[in-house]
């Protein structure tokens, strides 16, 4: 059955919480795009919701990565040898997440949202090379790294800028920012062959996603000057966004089992 207008009423909400909370966070908030679409809008099919979210998230990070390579912060080669390889894994990923039933999947999501919440409580490790550049050592650390990251966003339909940042940063040594901003690649990269995958075999609502495409851009300009106003309290302020994750988490599994 088409969803109504409540439906993508709900649709555009999500997008715009999701988007504020990118906008505010930097990443993590795309996690909850999925548990939006199936319990606030109200998607029967969990891989519809994964595939709808996955193709959100991909435009969502296009449009962060068009603002940090204006910036400058973007290290392009690293970058790009970490997205490529990753593109495997990811569709890798997806496909075998379309082979595991919708209720197992979704403790697998609700497993990875967890873990998702415990990473955003770790103190965060700002100090690096911000010259870093490309060698053939840097790309054999890399590769590996961005074919598991994929596989791992691609199966549970997420960014993976969890994921991603870390693995930036233990394999080339930049700083945060940069593996912030460089993650955006793989994001956008991540998301498109997931969907790309899922719509494949029919499991995108095209309409609930330009419904939280249209929010999310609205949620991203409220979330960027909250963003400064919170720079005081940041720490404080991701802990209390990783709380509400793994509540989230809990949920989901709870609604599964």
């Known amino acids: 059955m088409e969803p109504g207008l409540v439906a993508y009423a709900a649709a555009v909400l999500s997008g715009a919480v999701v988007g504020l909370l990118l906008g505010v966070f ?10 939006l679409l199936l319990y606030v809008v109200g998607v029967r099919d969990p891989h519809v919701a994964i595939g709808t979210s996955a193709a959100a998230v991909a435009v969502n990070a296009l449009a962060g990565l068009a603002v940090q390579a204006r910036a400058g912060r973007v ?17 890798t990923g997806a496909h075998l997440a379309k082979q595991v039933d919708g209720q197992n999947l979704l403790l697998w999501f609700a497993a990875a949202m967890a873990l998702i919440g415990l990473s955003m409580m770790a103190p965060k490790r700002t100090a690096g090379d911000p010259g870093v550049r490309l060698t ?8 590996p790294l961005g074919l598991a990251t994929g596989a791992a966003a691609g199966f549970f339909g997420i960014g993976g800028g969890f994921l991603i940042v870390p693995g930036l940063m233990a394999a080339t040594g930049m700083t945060l920012a940069h593996a912030a901003a460089s993650s955006l690649v793989s994001v956008a990269l991540f998301g498109a062959a997931t969907s790309a995958s899922y719509a494949a075999s029919g499991l995108v609502d095209w309409g609930l996603f330009l419904a939280l495409v249209a929010g999310g851009g609205a949620g991203i300009l409220l979330g960027t000057p909250l963003a400064r106003r919170l720079e005081g309290r940041a720490d404080l302020a991701r802990r209390m966004f990783a709380v509400m994750v793994i509540s989230v988490a809990a949920y989901v599994a709870w609604r599964a089992l």
Do not use: I, M
């Open 26 to 35: 930097g990443g993590g908030g795309s996690v909850l795009a999925t548990p």
């Open 75 to 91: 290290k392009w080669p690293c970058a790009l040898v970490f997205g490529a390889a990753g593109l495997a894994g990811s569709l």
């Open 136 to 143: 053939p050592g840097l790309t054999l650390r890399l590769a």
